[in-house]
């Protein structure tokens, strides 16, 4: 959509919004990959649960111990994707903020 407006103080808005709203596809983006993890975890943990639950003779020590490894490196992921999310996040409502309230209509 063409900017309408060649007011500054519009620009600047305008500019500040695109801005914020690229980031913000990048936050969303960021937290697929945090599901993704999450999701692979899971199906990893099911399918750990019914071999326990079908009995220990039908799976080694090895193949136990490698998925309790496996999972634990996922989780690992999946909390620093969390982790970087969270900031990604907690940094557009800080810039949507600050777009908002500096852009307040202060006439009276």
Known sequence: MPDRSD???IQVILHDIHNGGTNY???????FKTAESGFTFAK???????ALASGREQYSDDFIHESITEMREIAQKAHTDAETTRELFDANRREFTTVRHGHIDKSP
Do not use: T
């Open 44 to 50: 990893r943990a099911q399918e750990l649960c019914v």
């Open 7 to 9: 007011h500054k103080d």
């Open 25 to 31: 596809i990048a936050s969303v983006s960021g937290s």
